[in-house]
């Protein structure tokens, strides 16, 4: 028996219903935001997580912190990922995870945003903010936006409480810094879930 829904009709006049959000919307069909998004808006989601984690990890100096900071937020990523479906954030979240684990290694590099080269950190830093601004702003009207927010931001997290400083293992800490919470503040501010 198939189920009546009714729809305002100033509805279909929304982005989301030009985007094929339709059916999702009303819940008939799973979201599958590979498929759903132009290629280039897909690229953009993709790499957001990691552009909010480099932009929290390279705040606080770089260099070798910055390698263990990623690698912490890639290996949060990965945890959620193994939930298969399951993360807690949503299924705009859980179908960008599908969509990373289903994809070959090849594939991934092809997704990687290129940045410009720059001597100047700060340059570099504004470049890798715009992915996560740029980012926002195709997920922000989808369902799900806000789950796909506490996630990156989580991500982001995840990065800055990597164990940092210390020499040969011994001295590390987990803590967030001044730059890594003013970082963290940022990309909040850049993250909030328009009002209906």
Do not use: C
């Not at 984690?53 to 945890?79: C, N, W, Y």
């Amino acid at each position: 028996m198939q189920k009546s829904v009714q729809v305002d009709p100033s509805l279909i006049e929304h982005p989301v219903f030009h985007l094929g959000y339709a059916k999702q919307i009303l819940g008939e069909i799973p979201m599958d935001i590979k498929q759903d998004l132009s290629a280039e808006d897909f690229k953009l989601v993709f790499n957001t997580p990691l552009a909010a984690a480099t932009l929290v990890a390279a705040s606080s100096g770089g260099g070798f912190d910055m390698i263990k900071e990623l690698t912490s937020a890639s290996q949060f990523m990965a945890s959620e990922a193994k939930k298969g479906g399951e993360s807690g954030y949503g299924e705009l979240v859980d179908s960008l995870l599908a969509a990373i684990l289903g994809m070959s290694k090849d594939e991934g590099k092809t997704l990687e945003m290129q940045y410009e080269k720059s001597q100047d950190p700060k340059a570099m830093i504004a470049q890798v903010r715009q992915t996560v601004v740029n980012g926002w702003a195709v997920v922000a009207a989808l369902p799900g936006a806000d789950g796909f927010a506490k996630w990156v931001l989580d991500v982001a997290r995840a990065a800055a409480l990597a164990k940092t400083g210390g020499h040969f293992g011994f001295g590390n800490k987990s803590e967030i810094d001044a730059q890594e919470q003013a970082a963290l503040d940022d990309l909040a501010g850049i993250m909030v879930v328009p009002a209906a």
